[in-house]
C-alpha cells in the first residue's frame, strides 16, 4: 500500500531533550515537507525536500532540524524541544506533478512539557 | 505572502448540499486543492483544479474556480454524516518545493 509512515503518532517529552520523529515513503516521491498544525493557523510548512541532500526552509523552521540522506526517509529533529512546538506534525510527500498533491502521513502529536 | 482564508464552521443537514468557500491572494496559484481531515486521521486528498480551469466535477464533489475575484468553492452533493470532518482548502504555486499553503479549515457538521 502506497503511504507516508510517521513514528511514533504520539509523544510526550520535556523541554530540552532532544527528539526526531522519523518519516518514510514508499512512493519514490521525490519532494517531502514537513508541516505543523496549530489550532487556527492551518497547517503551516516547517521544512521541505526536493530530492536527497537537498533541503530548505519553509514558513516556521526555527528550532527545527531534518535531513535527506536517502530519498524515502525524512526525519524531523528537535534538537531542544520547548512547549511552544507543541503541536500536531504531518509529514507529506509527492512526486514532482502538481496534479498529485502531496500526500500526508498520519500524524504525529507532540507535547513538550 | 500568500494567504488563503475559510469560514471556521458550516452546518448542514444530512441530503442537503454543502458549499465551502476559500478565498485567496496568490494570483501565480498553479494549483489549488481540497483535503479532508477527518478526527485522529491525517490530510486525505479530495479533489484538485487547476488554475486554467473553471470548474471540476468528480462524482459528489464539485470544486468552482473564480481566479478574478481569487475564490474557490466545494459543494458537496447530498452530504452524508460520514461527510462531517475539517476540509482545508490549499493553494501551491507548483515547483521551487511544491509548499502548500492552507486555509485554517472549515468544520462541516452533517445533522440528521
Known amino acids: 500500500e502506497a503511504q507516508v509512515t510517521q513514528n511514533p503518532r504520539y509523544l510526550i517529552t520535556v523541554t530540552g531533550k532532544k527528539l526526531t520523529v522519523t518519516c518514510s515513503q514508499n512512493m519514490n516521491h521525490e519532494y517531502m515537507s514537513w508541516y505543523r498544525q496549530d489550532p487556527g493557523l492551518g497547517l503551516r510548512q516547517i521544512y521541505y525536500s526536493m530530492n536527497v541532500e537537498v533541503t530548505d526552509k519553509g514558513d516556521v523552521p526555527e528550532g527545527y532540524k531534518v535531513s535527506r540522506k536517502e530519498k524515502r526517509n525524512f526525519p524531523l529533529i528537535l534538537e531542544s524541544p520547548s512547549p511552544n512546538q507543541t503541536s500536531l506534525y504531518f509529514c507529506a510527500s509527492s512526486p514532482p506533478s502538481g496534479r498529485y498533491g502531496y500526500t500526508f502521513g498520519s500524524g504525529t502529536r507532540l507535547t513538550v512539557v | 505572502g500568500e494567504d488563503v482564508e475559510q469560514s471556521l464552521f458550516l452546518s448542514v443537514r444530512e441530503g442537503d448540499s454543502s458549499v465551502i468557500n476559500c478565498t485567496y491572494t496568490d494570483s501565480s496559484s498553479t494549483y489549488l486543492y481540497w483535503y479532508k481531515q477527518e478526527p485522529g486521521a491525517g490530510l486525505q486528498l479530495l479533489t484538485y483544479?487547476?488554475?486554467n480551469m473553471d470548474m471540476k466535477q468528480d462524482q459528489r464533489l464539485t470544486v468552482l474556480l473564480n481566479k478574478k475575484d481569487k475564490h474557490l468553492s466545494l459543494r458537496i452533493a447530498d452530504t452524508q454524516t460520514g461527510d462531517s470532518a475539517i476540509y482545508f482548502c490549499a493553494e501551491s504555486e507548483w515547483g521551487g518545493g511544491n509548499k502548500l499553503t492552507f486555509g485554517t479549515g472549515t468544520q462541516l457538521k452533517v445533522e440528521l
Open positions: 483544479i487547476f488554475s
